[in-house]
């Protein structure tokens, strides 16, 4: 027989042997290590192959059940192939794959096939062939490994420029580490707190439960903290014996044994670190550090797209400086909030807050500063408004409140009153205290079919009303308002017109000598001769001008035409020794060259500085006090004389006058027209007056309109008076220079 020929060609026969040994190691010869099993897997005969590749005694080994040695995950399949094989219903199967632990506890990776050879007398029982495929099978799983390895970090890339959710692709990312390195542990820390602590933010293995939970301090010596502060890959082999690095204490219970952790970092800013861990040692080898890399590369990619992506968001609806919503996001809010509320909508309230004088802080702090006023401003406003209600920058100085439970009067005015009371304090920027007051507008949905763009151009009219009135003030809107509004776009474009067309006009107001009755000297107003709506006061223009430019035309020629009237009464020997007053606007105070401009009016008129005084209203100087108190210094410097106009309407303090290098005061017409009837206008005046003259200064009465307040003022030991009462306001040649002694008449 062909076959009988070849094996005898190949195998020496071994008579010494019994029959079932001798099989055996004829078959072994072929290179294939083999054993007989019973039909219920126990080891009959083991070859000597067989004995050496799994390093088992054939004594001990002999009627021990096979599958007790294999993996606990194959187990179940061989068996069911031995089974299958020793009750027929299968003659043979091949190729079974299986884990044997060998004798020192290693595994081994078999082939194994089982043919029934229960029959068959040499042998009578299952006949098992075992081949020794690890070397084999570990260059396909670490091919395979790899290619899952690259297929993950391709995946997790692609999925980052898409602009995939960072929390879930840190998921991925972990997931795909722990299955392919086939680690215990992978954690991803982010830096919180400016970077001095890392928070625990997603892991899985034993940590996974204190994912969110866990933070280390930047302090620790533990392979994250290391890999983020030097931008470096940090591997560990030995933790228990390493000098430099411990695990992170929550991970110290469980005893990883190898570390390996990698900087998460963004082409930005560093955002934390990836770490993986071994409980067993372990080896991390080059091939590791580049994987656990690359996944910690398409994170950071994630991360910071996604961060770009918010910050762009962020700025389309946020003001840089102050971080509040802007204008876009405050119309978009109110414009929902008035939809969701439809009917019950008449409660929103819409408050615009508008800096006073602000252009003047800015010009004269320099923007820099103007900007942490703003700043300082923003916090002020916030903490004086409840959390749910918004809060905006609309733009330059102007704030915007939104409050959806605004239903009376009594609750518009305590939003507003604690609005203005939250920037009562000076606000200290460069070692200066800075005044600043707003004026509030306010607007409510009126009709159902209000909307944010109407709410807003409402407040704004208010807020122009609030200005009007003085500042510091807030005003609710009103139909008249809106008119009134019309009013004064028309007025502001005829003014600029009427400068240049010569409608102004100059009225004087004589200042009288309480004590003799002589005229000392004149108060410049401006007044306006409209052409069709006749003489306009200046209350109603100044502060429309004070908002423009228009304020610095009109000033300076109301000025020269002071001057030229000084001029003149100066070649009059009757009139040589008279004073004029000048009114100042707080945008004028600011104007760099004012001093020089004065100073070149003078000179090109011939007029003796002292003759010429300027009045600055006491708000105007408490916007800014110490560049007024420069601003005053300097023309001071000019021989001229400054009077603080208004007096005791602005502030309560008059210490400032201490350091205000003034001449005069003027004390403001409502505390003089109470004083004949109020006590306690009466105590303030009199104490008015003493301050000043402890000061030496010299006290005027502005408005005084009857004799009984003038003899009161006289009493006190006030010096100067002006007031319908002596003399009406008007163009310098129709004024009585005279007007008599002071029990005289009113004039005019
Ligand atoms: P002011 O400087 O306090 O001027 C006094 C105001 O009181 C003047 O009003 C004057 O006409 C008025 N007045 C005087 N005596 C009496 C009185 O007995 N009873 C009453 N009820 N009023 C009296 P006017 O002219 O309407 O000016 C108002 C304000 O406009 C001034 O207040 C001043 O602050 C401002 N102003 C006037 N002219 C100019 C100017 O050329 N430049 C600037 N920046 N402001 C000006
Ligand atoms: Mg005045
Ligand atoms: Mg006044």
């Known amino acids: 027989m062909r076959t009988a020929r070849r094996w005898t060609r190949f195998f020496r026969p071994r008579p010494d042997l019994p029959p079932r040994a001798e099989l055996l190691s004829l078959a072994e010869e072929t290179g294939s290590a083999v054993a007989v099993l019973d039909p219920e897997g126990r080891t009959l005969e083991l070859g000597a192959g067989a004995a050496s590749l799994l390093g088992w005694d054939h004594e001990t080994s002999v009627g021990e059940v096979l599958a007790q040695r294999l993996h606990h995950a194959d187990r179940d399949r061989v068996v069911g192939a031995i089974t299958a094989v020793a009750t027929g219903e299968r003659d043979r199967l091949v190729g079974l794959h299986a884990r044997v632990r060998r004798a020192d506890g290693s595994w081994l990776e078999l082939e194994m096939g089982v043919s029934n050879r229960l029959g068959d007398p040499s042998v009578r029982g299952l006949m098992l062939t075992l081949r020794d495929v690890t ?117 110290r219970a469980g005893g990883p044994h190898s570390m390996l952790s990698v900087p998460v970092t963004g082409p930005h800013r560093p955002y934390g670190a990836l770490s993986v861990h071994s409980i067993q040692r372990r080896v991390f080898t080059p091939d590791d550090t580049v994987f656990v890399q690359s996944i910690a590369n398409a994170l950071g990619l994630a991360l ?187 007025t502001e474009s005829e003014l600029r017109r009427a400068v240049p067309a010569g409608e102004l006009r100059v009225h004087y107001q004589p200042t009288v000598e309480i004590r003799t009755g002589r005229t000392t000297g004149a108060e410049a107003l401006v007044r306006w001769k409209h052409p069709s709506r006749g003489m306009i006061r200046p209350t109603e223009f100044i502060p429309i001008a004070e908002q423009t430019d228009l304020i610095d035309r009109v000033g300076r020629w109301v000025l020269e035409q002071a001057c030229q009237q000084l001029a003149e009464w100066s070649r009059d020997p009757a009139t040589r020794h008279l004073t004029v007053a000048v009114n100042l606007s707080a945008r004028q105070l600011c104007l760099p060259d004012l001093t020089a401009e004065v100073e070149l009016v003078l000179g090109r008129l011939g007029i003796e500085p002292s003759r010429l005084c300027l009045e600055i209203t006491e708000s105007a100087l408490m916007v800014d006090l110490d560049r007024a108190i420069g601003a005053v210094r300097d023309l001071k410097a000019l021989g001229l004389g400054i009077a603080v106009d208004d007096f005791g309407t602005g502030y309560s303090s008059l210490s400032y006058l201490t350091r205000l290098p003034v001449d005069v005061v003027k004390i403001d017409r409502s505390f003089v027209s109470a004083i004949a009837h109020d006590h306690q206008d009466r105590a303030i005046t009199r104490s008015i007056v003493d301050l000043a003259h402890s000061l030496d200064l010299t006290v005027v009465a502005e408005g005084v309109e009857n004799a009984a307040q003038l003899a009161l003022l006289a009493e006190m030991g006030c010096d100067l008076a002006q007031g319908y009462y002596l003399a009406r306001p008007d163009v310098a040649e129709a004024i009585d220079l005279h007007p008599g002694s002071v029990t005289g008449h009113a004039s005019g």
Do not use: W
């Not at 898409?162 to 997931?175: F, K, M, N, Q, R």
């Open 135 to 251: 070397a084999q099978l570990s260059a396909t799983a670490e091919l395979q490994t790899s290619l899952e390895q690259q297929a993950g970090v391709a995946q997790l890339g692609r999925r980052a420029l898409e602009g995939a959710d960072p929390t879930l692709l840190a998921l991925e990312a972990v997931s795909i580490l722990k299955k392919t390195l086939r680690v215990d542990g992978v954690e991803l820390y982010r830096h919180v707190a400016n970077e001095e602590l890392m928070l625990l933010e997603t892991a899985l293995g034993p940590t996974r439960e204190l994912a969110g939970l866990i933070t280390i301090d930047a302090d620790e010596q533990v392979p994250e903290v290391t890999a983020i502060a030097e931008r470096k890959t940090v591997v560990v082999d030995d933790l228990p014996d390493d000098a430099r690095f411990s695990a992170p204490p929550h991970l």
């Open 304 to 490: 910071d797209r996604r961060r770009a992506e918010e910050e762009t968001l962020h700025r389309a609806f946020h003001d840089a400086l102050t971080g509040l919503p802007n204008r876009t996001l405050f119309v978009h809010r109110l414009q929902r909030t008035v939809e969701r509320l439809g009917p019950h909508a008449s409660t929103v309230g819409v408050f615009v807050v508008d800096l006073d004088h602000f252009k003047v802080i800015n010009d004269s702090l320099g923007h820099e500063l103007g900007d942490a006023l703003l700043i300082e401003v923003t916090q002020r406003i916030r903490d004086s408004v409840r959390p749910g209600d918004m809060v905006a920058r609309l733009g330059g100085d102007e704030f915007a409140l939104l409050c959806e439970d605004v239903s009376s009067i009594q609750r518009i005015d305590s939003i507003a009153d604690r609005v203005a009371e939250s920037l009562d304090a000076p606000i200290e920027i460069a070692g200066r205290a800075i005044h600043v007051t707003a004026s509030i507008g306010v607007a409510l949905p009126s009709s159902p079919d209000a909307t944010a763009a109407s709410l807003l151009r409402d407040a704004d009219i208010a807020l122009y009303q609030a200005k009007d009135r003085g500042r510091g003030g807030h005003a609710l809107f009103d139909e008249t308002h809106r008119m009134r509004a019309v009013n004064r776009l028309e």
